[in-house]
């Protein structure tokens, strides 16, 4: 029975960064949790002073909810899609992607960032 009910949420969790991102981008009602504007994004950036030494990540404490969101959506990937270990480079090198895009497009939201990524991402290492 447990493994049943593992299942089912391995299954939901699936449905949603799969259906998610892509429902996001296309208007269809997917509302992402605690999500940042990419203007707040560079602004946090910036001042973040983000250095990375191996697998740790130093920034100021203001990005930390940035950072947890970024991670957390990376995370859920990495549970969910089968087929790689990780889907991403160093957290710190995504964050760097992450605000280099939000500078180029500052009318969209992290999430938007991270859909394009994540599609990228699964793209590259599924071929």
């Not at 280099?100 to 599924?126: E, V």
Request: proline share 2%; aromatic share 10%; hydrophobic share 40%.
């Amino acid at each position: 029975m447990k493994s049943g009910k593992a299942m089912l949420v391995a299954l939901a969790l699936g449905g949603m960064v799969i259906s998610g991102p892509a429902a996001a981008m296309s208007g269809n009602g997917y509302v992402p949790k605690l999500d940042s504007s990419c203007s707040e994004v560079v602004k946090k950036f910036e001042a973040a002073n983000l250095t990375s030494e191996g697998r740790e990540v130093k920034y100021h404490p203001d990005f930390g909810n940035i950072i947890g969101w970024i991670a957390g959506y990376m995370t859920g990937v990495n549970y969910v899609v089968r087929g790689k270990a990780d889907y991403y480079k160093a957290t710190a090198d995504e964050v760097a992607w992450v605000a280099s895009w939000c500078r180029d497009n500052q009318s969209k939201d992290l999430s938007d960032a991270m859909a394009i990524r994540t599609f990228k991402r699964l793209r590259k290492k599924r071929r």
